[in-house]
């Protein structure tokens, strides 16, 4: 499995972004895809993630301002960054991962780094004030 990735940039804060994520060796309309951001000292961050019947997963603070989506046809996993702040400055990771099953829930998706099993090799967001 091979990830490609882009959307790298630096924007003002309040400023938006797309990044995108290609997979290879790999269909995105099974289990789990995530995008996580990680800063130098801090363990990596579950912002959100998908799973394949489409619900989705957000962390509190990207909440009303990342949208994630995939497109089963292009194999492409994306994430829409709008309203930027300086604090989602970071590396941001594209990841697959396998789905847990419950009894009661069925299939579902976490938002753990520990879930996820194959990286993409990360794309930097700046966000200036």
């Known amino acids: 499995i091979q990830f490609v990735e882009s959307g790298e940039g630096s924007v003002q804060s309040g400023g938006s972004l797309r990044l995108s994520c290609v997979a290879s060796?790999?269909?995105?309309?099974?289990?789990?895809m995530g995008w996580f951001r990680q800063t130098p000292g801090k363990e990596r961050e579950g912002v959100a993630v998908i799973q394949s019947d489409g619900s989705t997963l957000y962390a509190d603070s990207v909440k009303g301002r990342f949208t994630i989506s995939q497109d089963n046809t292009k194999n492409t996993l994306s994430l829409q960054i709008n309203s930027l702040k300086s604090e989602d400055t970071a590396m941001y990771y594209c990841?697959?991962?396998?789905?847990?099953?419950?009894?009661?829930?069925?299939?579902?998706?976490?938002?753990?780094?520990?879930?996820?099993?194959?990286w993409g090799q990360g794309t930097q967001v700046t966000v200036s004030s």
């Open positions: 060796g790999y269909t995105v309309s099974t289990v789990c």
């Open positions: 990841a697959v991962g396998n789905a847990y099953f419950s009894a009661f829930t069925g299939y579902y998706c976490l938002r753990a780094a520990s879930a996820y099993e194959y």
